[in-house]
């Protein structure tokens, strides 16, 4: 009987693999029962099918963790409270280490496991060999345990998903495909089928690896590509301990889980089998390709050394099958910033089965609320750029993703496929002048500069990496004379029009309306009174503003500005970053070392902190903005981007004999660290208002006209904080932090470090936490007693404090 399709949904998922069937689960709980979820095939057919099952707690950041365990206990509830059996078992997992680089990383993930709420121990080889005893203890050296990880069978858990869905009045239709999304005015209006349109006020792409092209179609990113993924399946073995828990050697780049008295083998190999480059096939349900053994063979030989008796078994299975992957490893979930009301949920780097469950639920109340229920950021589609849909860049990104999962996670690793992507105008004179570069957002920046006769190539570990010292040197060119710094990828978006001051004014916190020529630093909130946004805003006449953010937000911040500007409102908004390159001059010197490069006045009178004026520089005519992220005078120069090298050469000329010295970002991070200048997406983000990231001196309260979230933050005020951002510093000088390492107060775990850097001027590794209080403690009180943070499994004192470690009253930028 063909597939009966109604005229009109009030949301149209398309996609039945786990992720469509958990939205749809989802939507209807929260009471949206007018829902159509359509299948090309059958359930399951495309991804879903052939997952391993493996469902783990603990992901790469607190927000994606809160989604896997979330998912974890949906599964058990669906099995064990409403009579869905969906096959979910809890094993619990271990890894092991046979190295010390990989026990450290071990141990410092139990750290932030801990941080995130999720149970965790670190074994000795002892207790691995007594939880999974058929490995070969030889070079064991430890690992941890994870007792709430588990397995679930991925096709019974997505009929259970279904199965509430439609008992709640869902319609799950298989064998209609989706040709086309159907827009008007921005807004996703429906689809196109194979058997009819469906008229939908929301449409939701969860359609695995089609999902792609379903949006380059129609002119929007979503930014995948598939892999092949391997893994095998033993015979039946006999006394093999049942409930065995899923064990994870990532060293040899393989996950084995037992299930009805056989072992399943899966893995994840450096360099990964590219699949449908010039397009996925539409027409062939439950894909698989032959086991490639020549591929595979290296990685297999190396379990079978772990576990010997791998060697001897036969294998029933062999198994090869399609999975996509994003260009940095993090699935993709929001409202697309190209087509309002069209949401996605797709590319999901091989934890599909394990974050349906909770993308299930944050998208369906995002959907129902309008905004996203937590800090999605990690995940948000809007961080993609519209470049990395480019197929080729795609392609060639796309083979080093699944090797990344289970590859050493080295603080500051840089992706070594798809590079040269954005380059600044200065980057070759940089290379040239022994800049190594590091990836972000497809750009190239500098990190760290390489002295004469040392090679611009990181060499990685947990302690003090190979740059180490260069960096602190390029830090004390800063604090001590002068250090320019590329900073090309700062986003530049021109604000322009009668209505442009008004608009601006309403979305920041601070007053922005002010004098043409002055640079406010602002927060964006959204109407919780969470920070969406902090930038600077910078006018340079009546109706002409330049919004500056950074690389990462280039999406983002600009679809907030859209989002927020009145359908009446006469202004236009240009993102204009590709035509200014931005070379920063920041130091006690940085007056000296500028001032013979131009006519203007730079002095404290003429020229004050957070002013802007349009100066001459060498040849070229540019905007100076003197600002900084470093804690130290100086100016960001916006330099059109022909005349960047001239101007760039000119500086280094005159500049390089008088002290200039050039400075990467991890010389910037540990600057601003000491100036516990905060980092979006680290420190601040849409869940944290400005009063508790300490920011509240840039919000004009009474303004004209108000601003958005500022009820919020009036209600927040008045009943009082429950949390504050703090800053520490590790009273022993040699330890280091990344990010979420766990803070200790008085013996008692209170918070996690949200982005760590060493300072080299104050000596010692810095962090920042929030700490919790109940509503009237008095402010000191939050900050009293014996804190610790835990780096690799050991205790640290630190000292915390308010003020900044470096400068705590701002005087240098005044200089
Ligand atoms: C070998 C292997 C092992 C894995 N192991 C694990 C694991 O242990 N744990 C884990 O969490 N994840 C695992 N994964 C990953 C997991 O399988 C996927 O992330 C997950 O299944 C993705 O689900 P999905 O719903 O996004 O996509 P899919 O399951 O691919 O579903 C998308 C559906 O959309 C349909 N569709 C596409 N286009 C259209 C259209 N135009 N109209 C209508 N329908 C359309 C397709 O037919 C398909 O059924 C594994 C993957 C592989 C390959």
Not at 464 to 475: I, K, L
Not at 669 to 684: F, P, Q, V
Request: charged share 25%; proline share 6%.
């Amino acid at each position: 009987m063909a597939p009966q399709v109604p005229d009109r949904a009030q949301v149209v998922i398309i996609g039945g693999g786990v992720v469509g069937a958990s939205i749809a689960y989802h939507l209807t709980e929260l009471g949206w029962t007018d829902i159509a979820l359509l299948e090309r095939h059958t359930l399951t057919s495309g991804t879903t099918w052939h997952a391993a099952g493996l469902v783990g707690c603990l992901r790469a950041t607190q927000n994606m963790t809160r989604l896997a365990a979330y998912t974890a206990e949906l599964y058990d509830r669906l099995e064990n409270e409403m009579g869905h059996p969906t096959g979910f078992r809890q094993t619990g997992s271990v890894s092991v280490a046979d190295n010390p680089e990989r026990l450290e990383e071990l141990v410092r993930g139990a750290g932030m496991a801990n941080c995130f709420g999720v149970d965790v121990d670190v074994i000795g080889p002892d207790e691995l060999l007594d939880r999974w005893p058929l490995l070969n203890p030889e070079g064991i050296l430890g690992g941890v345990w994870l007792p709430g990880d588990g397995q679930t069978s991925p096709i019974d858990t997505t009929m259970a998903l279904a199965a509430v869905a439609r008992e709640n009045g869902a319609r799950v239709i298989e064998g209609v495909s989706v040709e086309r999304i159907r827009t008007a005015d921005g807004r996703a209006v429906g689809v196109d089928t194979d058997h009819g349109p469906i008229d939908a006020e929301y449409v939701v792409v969860a359609a695995g690896m089609w999902s792609h092209q379903l949006g380059r179609d129609i002119g929007v990113n979503i930014p995948l590509a598939a892999c092949e993924h391997f893994y095998l399946v033993t015979d039946g073995i006999p006394d093999l301990p049942s409930g065995l828990p899923v064990l994870r050697d990532t060293d040899n780049c393989t996950y084995v889980k037992e299930e009805a008295g056989r072992l399943m083998v899966g893995f994840f190999e450096l360099v990964a089998k590219p699949f449908g480059t010039d397009g996925i096939p539409t027409d062939r349900p439950n894909m698989q390709f032959p086991f490639d053994w020549d591929h595979m063979a290296p990685v297999y030989e190396g379990i079978c050394e772990r576990i010997p008796m791998l060697a001897e078994v036969p294998l029933r299975l062999e198994f090869n099958g399609p999975e996509s992957f994003t260009p940095d490893d993090r699935y993709l979930l929001g409202e697309t910033p190209e087509v309002r009301n069209l949401f996605v949920a797709t590319g999901f780097n091989s934890i599909g089965l394990q974050s349906a469950g909770g993308v299930g639920k944050v998208l369906a109340d995002w959907i129902v609320d309008g905004k996203p229920p937590m800090d999605l950021w990690d995940v948000d589609i809007r961080r993609m750029q519209a470049f990395q849909a480019n197929r080729r860049y795609l392609r060639d990104r796309s083979v080093e993703g699944l090797g990344l999962l289970y590859a050493m996670h080295w603080p500051f690793r840089q992706v070594e496929t798809a590079r040269g992507v954005r380059r600044s105008a200065v980057h070759d004179r940089l290379t040239g002048l022994g800049a190594c570069h590091g990836e972000s957002g497809g750009w190239e920046r500098p990190n760290w500069f390489a002295p004469e006769g040392v090679d611009p190539v990181y060499e990685y570990s947990y302690g003090r990496q190979n740059w180490f010292e260069h960096s602190a040197a390029e830090h004390r060119a800063c604090r001590e004379g002068a250090a320019l710094f590329d900073q090309s990828s700062l986003v530049k978006l021109l604000v322009q029009g009668p209505d442009a001051a008004e608009v601006l004014n309403r979305i920041s916190s601070a007053d922005v309306d002010t004098e043409p020529g002055t640079s406010v630093y602002t927060t964006w909130l959204n109407d919780r009174g969470g920070i969406e946004a902090d930038l600077t805003v910078n006018r340079l006449d009546d109706e002409r503003f330049l919004v500056v953010t950074a690389f990462s937000t280039q999406v983002k911040d600009a679809d907030w500005i859209a989002r927020h500007t009145p359908a009446d409102a006469t202004m236009t908004v240009t993102d204009v970053t590709s035509g200014w390159a931005t070379l920063g001059v920041f130091g006690p010197e940085a007056r000296r070392i500028l001032s013979p490069l131009t006519d203007t006045d730079l002095g404290n009178e003429a020229f004050p902190f957070g002013t802007l004026q349009e100066i001459d520089l060498a040849y070229a005519r540019s905007i100076a903005v003197r600002r900084t992220y470093m804690g130290e005078l100086g100016w960001e120069l916006y330099v059109p981007t022909e005349f960047a090298v001239g101007v760039f050469d000119a500086l280094w000329e005159s500049g390089a004999p008088e002290g200039l010295t050039l400075a990467g970002y991890h010389a910037m991070n540990s600057l601003r660290m000491e100036k516990a200048y905060r980092h979006w997406g680290d420190d601040i983000a849409d869940e944290d208002t400005p009063l508790e990231a300490g920011l509240s001196w840039g919000v004009s309260w009474d303004k004209p006209g108000g601003f958005i979230g500022r009820e919020a933050l009036i209600a927040q005020r008045e009943a009082g904080l429950t949390r504050r951002l703090v800053q520490f510093r590790l009273d022993d000088p040699e330890p280091l932090l990344y990010h979420d390492e766990p803070v200790f107060r008085d013996g008692r775990l209170v918070g996690r470090i949200t982005s760590g850097m060493y300072g080299h001027t104050v000596g010692g590794a810095l962090g920042m936490s929030y700490l919790g209080s109940e509503p009237d403690t008095p402010r000191p009180q939050v900050i009293e007693g014996t804190f610790e943070v835990g780096v690799n499994g050991e205790r640290v004192p630190a000292t915390a404090s308010y003020r900044p470690f470096y400068d705590p009253d701002s005087e240098r930028v005044r200089l």
